[in-house]
Nanobody
Framework: QVQLVESGGGLVQPGGSLRLSCAAS????????VDWYRQAPGKAREKVAS???????NYADSVKGRFTISRDNAKNTVYLQMNSMKPEDTAVYYC???????????????WGQGTQVTVSS
């Protein structure tokens, strides 16, 4: 019924930038909170940023001042702009969204498949 797809990952040099996208599709009534997570090999999953349906944002200390989360006017895509990237940003990045649909009275949590980000010289 609902699918999230991340895109925009790839290889970037230290100090460079990438923009990730999380596109939601399906019978969506409303998208509420959207989070970006990342997980590096041997490391715990880390929430890096979140944005509410009202546009309020929060960031992990490790990315604050470098990353920016935003959502488009159609409210079906969320972005993560990553600047001044460091090797420690290397991870698989996942989006997570709380969504209601036209066919259910409940609000449920959805995950994307992830996109690889590698920061290396």
């Amino acid at each position: 019924q609902v699918q999230l797809v991340e895109s925009g990952g790839g290889l970037v040099q230290p100090g460079g930038s990438l923009r990730l996208s999380c596109a939601a599709s399906g019978s969506i009534f409303s998208i509420y909170v959207v989070d970006w997570y990342r997980q590096a090999p041997g490391k715990a999953r880390e929430k890096v940023a979140s944005i509410t349906d009202g546009g309020a944002t929060n960031y992990a200390d490790s990315v604050k001042g470098r990353f920016t989360i935003s959502r488009d006017n159609a409210k079906n895509t969320v972005y993560l702009q990553m600047n001044s990237m460091k090797p420690e940003d290397t991870a698989v990045y996942y989006c997570n969204a709380t969504i209601s649909t036209y066919y259910s009275d409940t609000i449920e949590d959805y995950w994307g498949q992830g996109t690889q980000v590698t920061v290396s010289s």
